[in-house]
C-alpha cells in the first residue's frame, strides 16, 4: 500500500502570497498524481493531474511539480477564494488520497 | 456538460445496509467514454476511495470495503449507486460520486451527501 504524506497539515497565509503544498509518496509513484480543491458544500474540484497538467477551466496560478515520491502543488498569488482543503491522489495499485492541507487565510 | 447528484437516506442504523443513488445530467451514463466511482470523507477526516465501475459492469473496490460494498449502474434511470452493507458508526462520511477518467483521476465530482451511521 502506497501512503500520500501531505505536509504541511495546516498553511496560513495572505491573499496574493505564495502557497507551496508538499505531499509525499511512501514509494514511486512516477507522475501519476493528482491534485484536488475541496470546499464546505461544493463538489470537490480537480487540479492538477499526472503531477502538472492543469485540469479544464483551471486558472493558471496554480501548477504542480514533481515526480517519483516528491511533489508540489504551488498557487502562485493566492485569491480569497483559494482558501480551501488540498487533496493530492495516486493511482498505483489502486485510488489513494493524502490527508489533506488545509489552506487558511492568516 | 455532466453533472453528478448524489442522493439517500440521510440516517441509515447499524447493521443494516446503506444504499446511495447518484443522478447523472447533461450526459449518458452508458456512454462508453465514462466510467464512475464513490469517494468518502468521515468527519474530521480525509478522502478515501471506496470503488469504481467500468466497461461491461467490471468494478473494483478498495480492499478494506471489498467484501461491503456493491456499485452498479442503472442505465435506464441514468443513475450509479453505491450499496454498503453491515454498516457501523465507522461508515459515517459525507459519500461523493464521481466520473472516473481511463487514468483513474476523478472529475467532476457531485456535491456529497452525508450519512450517519445510528447505534
Known amino acids: 500500500e502506497i501512503v500520500l504524506t501531505q505536509s504541511p497539515a495546516t498553511l496560513s497565509l495572505s491573499p496574493g502570497e505564495r502557497a507551496t503544498l508538499s505531499c509525499r509518496a511512501s514509494q514511486s509513484v512516477s507522475s501519476y498524481l493528482a491534485w484536488y480543491q475541496l470546499k464546505p458544500g461544493q463538489a470537490p474540484r480537480l487540479l492538477i493531474y499526472d503531477a502538472s497538467n492543469r485540469a479544464t477551466g483551471i486558472p493558471a496560478r496554480f501548477s504542480g511539480s514533481g515526480s517519483g515520491t516528491d511533489f508540489t502543488l504551488t498557487i502562485s498569488s493566492l485569491e480569497p477564494e483559494d482558501f480551501a482543503v488540498y487533496y493530492c491522489q495516486h493511482r498505483t495499485n489502486w485510488p489513494a488520497f493524502g490527508q489533506g492541507t488545509r489552506l487558511e487565510i492568516k | 456538460q455532466l453533472q453528478l447528484q448524489e442522493s439517500g437516506p440521510g440516517l441509515v442504523k447499524a447493521s443494516e445496509t446503506l444504499s446511495l443513488t447518484c443522478t447523472v445530467s447533461g450526459g449518458s451514463i452508458s456512454s462508453s467514454s465514462y466510467y464512475w466511482g464513490w469517494i468518502r470523507q468521515p468527519p474530521g477526516k480525509g478522502l478515501e476511495w471506496v470503488g469504481s465501475i467500468y466497461h461491461a459492469g467490471s468494478t473494483w473496490y478498495t480492499p478494506s470495503l471489498k467484501r461491503r460494498a456493491t456499485i452498479s449502474v442503472d442505465t435506464s434511470k441514468n443513475q450509479l449507486s453505491l450499496k454498503l452493507s453491515s454498516v457501523t458508526a465507522a461508515d459515517t462520511a459525507v459519500y461523493y460520486c464521481?466520473?472516473?477518467?481511463?487514468?483513474?483521476?476523478?472529475?467532476?465530482w457531485g456535491q456529497g451527501t452525508l450519512v450517519t451511521v445510528s447505534s
Open positions: 464521481a466520473i472516473v477518467d481511463s487514468n483513474n483521476w476523478f472529475d467532476p
